[in-house]
């Protein structure tokens, strides 16, 4: 279930996920890139980061915060499974926190070392509360996270994400430099720090999820070469070199060989 955040909450939370897998046998997951970060709470049970060759098992923390991604990540699960997910707007977490986003790129951290003490007491709500419930708790707590908030000015950054957006990834950086006014030494010193993407990265982020929206949306007649086509790509081969780069699969294994959890988490099998 996805639930779209208050008008005020907008700019910085993209929506909540709630999602719920009643499998109990281990399973194996691929989180890869969206543009966004994320915080997840796990209720049931723990996800597993990884699972060495004498089947020790690295478990997650409950409730952690990730970063903008380089690639894909694995994780796993030996039970089942509800997921609460804060997807956040590509600058989102760093308007809310302050802290510059970078310093989560491609990290999977403790809520603990993020927030302050409430998010223990939201934790433990949450886990005792329906989705209706939860999401009135979610909303309370990131209001008070934005009453408390300095404020900080995203023009530039607000500026280039609506162009690479709206543009779907498809742009260079002579055009960004062109339509904001500012250096490339510049844009991507801000988009790092409020972003934890350079620009170029993020379009190309925002360019393979515009293909999964067309390849979700194709007329039966339709195949993977012509969307390739429309969605911005040179030709097939460049789609499966940036297609493996991001999910580490090929399209043709994604539409055929994956369960769809969400836009960027998919069921593996092993």
Do not use: W
Not at 50 to 68: A, R, W
Not at 118 to 143: A, D, G, M, P, Y
């Amino acid at each position: 279930m996805q639930v779209s955040p208050p008008k005020e909450l907008s700019p910085y939370i993209k929506h909540y996920l709630f999602l719920d897998n009643a499998e109990t046998a281990m399973q194996k997951f691929r989180l890869f890139s969206d543009g966004n970060t994320g915080l997840v709470f796990s209720v049931k049970s723990k996800l597993i980061s990884g699972i060495n060759k004498q089947q020790i098992k690295d478990y997650l923390p409950v409730s952690f915060l990730y970063g903008q991604l380089n690639g894909f990540k694995d994780l796993y699960s030996e039970n089942e499974i509800t997921l609460i997910i804060v997807v956040f707007q590509p600058n989102g977490i760093h308007q809310l926190l302050g802290i510059p986003a970078n310093e989560f790129h491609d990290a999977i951290i403790p809520v603990e070392d993020i927030f302050d003490e409430k998010i223990t007491v939201l934790q433990e709500s949450l886990f005792q509360q329906n989705n209706q419930i939860r999401v009135e708790l979610l909303n309370s707590f990131f209001r008070s996270l934005l009453a408390s908030k300095t404020a900080s000015n995203q023009f530039i950054v607000d500026h280039s994400l609506n162009f690479i957006i709206n543009n779907k990834g498809q742009f260079s950086i002579k055009q960004l430099v062109k339509y904001t006014g500012y250096t490339e030494r510049h844009l991507e010193r801000k988009f790092k720090e409020c972003v934890g993407l350079n620009p170029k990265k993020f379009g190309n982020v925002v360019r393979l999820h515009h293909f999964l929206k067309l390849l979700k949306d194709k007329p039966n007649d339709a195949n993977i070469t012509t969307i390739c086509y429309d969605a911005g790509f040179s030709d097939q081969s460049h789609l499966i070199k940036e297609f493996k780069k991001h999910t580490g699969i090929t399209p043709t294994e994604y539409v055929y060989n994956t369960g769809k959890l969400t836009n960027n988490l998919i069921k593996r099998t092993f």
